[in-house]
């Protein structure tokens, strides 16, 4: 595949906005996911100087003066990975206050630095927040998905499309990450995630948290890729491990704040008593979870359990990384009561309208699929706007009232507006 660069982040819309509002936006997302390219493409041709602390003399600069580092930096800078230098936050803000324009600083990191309290604090109402993810399919295909605009309008028409089959899972198997993408697939990509789980082990993890196991840590996160899109159990992850459950939860949260696990929380209204409250695992990205986990694209066909797992996780992920560069704001969940009815995802549009996404990876649906669909809309209300199973058929096809049975390629195919 072509170099990411050749590829739109359709979040770069995004950035340009809030550069013109916000004296800084900082770009997080997890390691080779494309933040710099994308600070590098709208920066530099607003004028950017670019400064990265990977470079040791530029951390060692910032960590030992701050604040003359800033003083002497540029109008306009991409600072690139500052979670290598929080000494730096302060004297961002004490800069920003002295001469408080739009746009002086891009800034990047791999690390979720908004969940340590003091650096937080220090941006807060002076910086603008771009969550970045890898590579979206409908970024692959260059052209931007609106499925979230159809799925809350509930605008399914009747329609067959080509079935997916084996390409379905090599998109699985692929992956997001452009680095990877560019790489042949078999042993050279799965060398690559290899590296990549090492580095980010070695570099920004060591530095995030002083652990006793390190070399823990990437057992760990092929223990959670092989449990994603399910619910999450600290007994099943620690079970491997001579390490307590407490220290297994905090390393878990350590793997969230590098952006490689996330916990899907489960929905719930004031009705739903009967719900089931513990949260879902899900690995960032379907392409790492596979290369954790030894599974090809080959051997994915052989072993449907997993591909309906990791099916699961490539269908949140696409979802959360269309929501990134949305106008409105969406938050996601998944549905499970206690007489097992559930729902994939929920996903809630601002406070009024909320919907309902089940995955299905065989070609057929069949109504009993829409089961934990009707339950949602039941608990849900007047503010349900639409279920979909999304399954790996032809046929895009009515269920009932604003429940439809949708092709999975209709996640990054253009569509009716």
């Not at 042949?184 to 690559?192: L, S, Y």
């Not at 905090?250 to 969230?256: C, G, M, N, P, Q």
């Not at 608990?379 to 979909?388: E, H, I, K, P, T």
Request: glycine share 6%; charged share 25%.
């Amino acid at each position: 595949m072509p170099d990411e660069a050749l590829y739109p982040r359709f979040a770069a819309a995004r950035l340009k906005e809030a550069l013109e509002d916000s004296p800084a936006v900082l770009i997080h997302g997890p390691r080779q996911c494309g933040k710099t390219t994308l600070a590098l493409h709208v920066g530099k041709r607003a004028g950017f100087t670019y400064l990265t602390f990977d470079d040791a003399v530029a951390r060692e600069a910032a960590t030992s003066d701050p604040i003359g580092l800033v003083a002497n930096l540029p109008r306009h800078v991409i600072l690139d990975e500052v979670q290598h230098v929080p000494q730096l936050f302060s004297a961002l803000k004490a800069a920003i206050d002295r001469q408080r324009l739009p746009g002086r600083f891009i800034l990047t990191g791999s690390a979720n630095v908004l969940l340590l309290p003091k650096l937080s604090d220090s941006l807060a109402g002076r910086m603008a927040i771009l969550r970045l993810h890898p590579l979206a399919q409908c970024e692959l295909a260059r052209r931007p998905s609106h499925f979230l605009d159809r799925l809350f309008d509930a605008r399914f028409k009747l329609h067959r499309s080509e079935r997916l089959a084996d390409e379905l899972i090599e998109r699985i198997a692929g992956g997001g990450y452009p680095a990877a993408l560019a790489l042949p697939a078999g042993r050279r990509r799965a060398r690559w995630y290899q590296d990549y789980i090492e580095t980010l082990v070695q570099r920004d993890v060591r530095e995030l948290a002083r652990i006793s196991s390190l070399d823990a840590l990437p057992r760990l996160l092929a223990y959670a890729a092989a449990q994603t899109s399910r619910l999450l159990n600290v007994a099943d992850l620690a079970a491997p491990f001579q390490l307590s459950r407490p220290t297994i939860r905090d390393y878990v949260t350590l793997l969230e704040r590098v952006f490689l696990l996330s916990e899907l929380p489960p929905w719930h209204s004031n009705r739903g008593s009967r719900l089931v409250k513990t949260p879902k695992l899900h690995i960032g990205d379907s392409g790492l979870a596979g290369a954790l986990l030894g599974a090809s694209a080959a051997s994915l066909k052989n072993d449907r359990m997993l591909l309906g797992q990791l099916l699961e996780t490539f269908v949140f992920q696409e979802l959360r990384r269309e929501a990134s560069w949305h106008d409105e704001a969406h938050e996601f969940f998944h549905f499970r009561d206690r007489d097992a009815y559930e729902v994939d995802l929920v996903i809630e549009r601002g406070s009024r309208l909320l919907a309902g996404v089940e995955v299905k990876s065989s070609a057929t649906v069949a109504a009993s699929d829409f089961k934990g669909l009707r339950r949602l809309k039941e608990a849900a209300g007047s503010r349900f706007a639409c279920g979909v199973v999304l399954y790996d058929g032809e046929m895009t096809a009515s269920f009932g009232e604003n429940l439809h049975a949708v092709p999975i390629r209709s996640l990054w195919e253009k569509g009716d507006r």
